[in-house]
């Protein structure tokens, strides 16, 4: 598989680590999953991210997980979520990773960073842990890390490290975040780097505007974000914003903290991709309440897309 690169873009999916009802991993799934991810016309998959429910793997298993999905994707791209409390953990994931033929890894910061320098310090030691011939990503996720990359901050951390490639923005609010970052590889200051965007989605419509290349996260219609990232780089703004506006309350909806990644199993199960909704525990488990709004969501969404038409009757097509 080749490796990531500043010119990557697209829709890379944010992929859950499915798991059986007793928390085993669920191998099968992951094929689906994989295979799914595919047919549906993503660029690439993420794997082993904060949604992936990485820390309730031990490192024989994150292993596991990732290589099968590397050795299942075929030609779309994995990146591999390294981060970790250690770097000996980090390198040997990474390289495990790199090894079966990943494209790349993510590391986002641990939560106890709180000064530039800690942070442009910390990135220093990890791309020196992983080596320099492995491309990564840095995670931007301020909402969820509690740690503020200042727009310098990234720049200082990406001049300084040739293989990071890509910035995985999702800070809330981030507009201008990517103009000012754009900004700086107008004026020469920042070398070609790819943006994706997270957040679940949620504001990806000016997200792409602003010149982001792509998405990176893990609605339960990647679809939806194929679309969208297309119709604005094609231009077509009133579309991508038509079809956008109808998956938002389901967007809004999953992006619960806490319960969001129920909701995304959840229905992932209903499009009968994965077996089971289960997350490992200590996690939360979706209602029957909850489901009943889900369905609901899901039938007001499929009044504009059919793809949302989970009923037994509905081709799923679109």
Known sequence: MTKLTAQAAGTFAIAPTPFHDDGRIDEKSIDRLTDFYAEVGCDGVTVLGILGEAPKLDAVEAEQVAIRFVKRARNMQII????????????????????????????????????????????????????????????????????????????????????????????????????????????????????LVGNGGLFLDFEMERGADGAMTGYAFPELLIDVVKLSKAGKRDAAHDLFDAHLPLIRYEQQPGAGLSVRKYVLQKRGIIS????????????????????????????VDRRANLQPQSSAAG
């Open 276 to 303: 089971s909704s289960s997350q490992r525990k200590p996690g939360a488990t979706i209602t029957a309440t909850a489901k009943a709004e889900v369905d609901y969501l899901l039938s007001r969404v499929a009044r």
């Open 80 to 195: 591999v979520g390294v981060s970790a409390p250690g770097f000996a953990t980090m390198r040997s994931l990474a390289k495990a990773s790199m090894d079966a033929g990943a494209a790349g890894v993510m590391i986002a910061p641990p939560p106890h960073l709180r000064t530039d320098d800690q942070i442009t310090g910390y990135y220093k030691q990890a791309q020196e842990a992983i080596g320099d011939d492995i491309p990564w990503v840095l995670q931007d996720y301020p909402l969820t890390l509690t740690v503020q990359f200042t727009p310098a901050v990234i720049r200082k951390i990406v001049m300084d490290s040739p293989s990071c490639v890509m910035l995985k923005h999702e800070d809330w609010p981030g507009l201008e975040k990517i103009t000012t970052l754009r900004n700086f590889q107008k004026d020469g200051s920042l070398k070609p780097m790819s943006i």
